[in-house]
Nanobody
C-alpha cells in the first residue's frame, strides 16, 4: 500500500485545516481491511499517535491532546482517510503522517503500523 498525505500548510491558531491521505496500490486485501491512523512528529520530538479509525469507520480513538478538536474519518470507496483539525494550537505544529495497519484494531505504537505516507507539514502560528 502506498499512502500520500496532503492538505498541510500554515494556519493561524484557532483556525481549521483538513488533511487527506490517499491510498494506492492496495493489493492482496481491500482498503477497508486496513486500520488507518494519523501520527505527528513535532520539532525535536518523537512521532506520536494522533487518531485512529477502524475498518468500517469505527471505532475511532484520539490522543487526549486532540480529543474534541480533531475528527478522523475514512471513505473506503475512495480509499481515503481524513483528519479534520479544528481550534488549532501552536503546539499542533508538526509533520503529520498517515499510516495503515494490517492487524486488527487501532493501536498507538508506531511499530504496529505497516505502511506510512511521506508526511505533510502543519504549522500553526500564534
Amino acid at each position: 500500500v502506498q499512502l500520500q498525505a496532503s492538505g498541510g500548510g500554515l494556519v493561524q491558531a484557532g483556525n481549521s485545516l483538513r488533511l487527506s491521505c490517499a491510498a494506492s496500490r492496495v493489493s492482496g486485501r481491500t482498503f477497508d481491511n486496513y486500520v488507518m491512523a494519523w501520527f505527528r512528529q513535532g520539532p525535536g520530538k518523537e512521532r506520536e499517535f494522533v487518531a485512529g479509525i477502524g475498518w468500517r469507520g469505527s471505532p475511532t480513538f484520539y490522543d487526549d491532546s486532540v480529543n474534541g478538536r480533531f475528527v478522523i474519518s475514512r471513505d473506503n470507496a475512495k480509499e481515503m482517510v481524513y483528519l479534520q483539525m479544528a481550534r488549532l494550537k501552536v503546539e499542533d505544529t508538526a509533520v503529520y503522517y498517515c499510516a495503515a495497519r494490517e492487524g486488527v484494531g487501532v493501536r498507538r505504537p508506531t511499530g504496529e503500523y505497516d505502511f506510512w505516507g511521506q508526511g505533510t507539514q502543519v504549522t500553526v502560528s500564534s
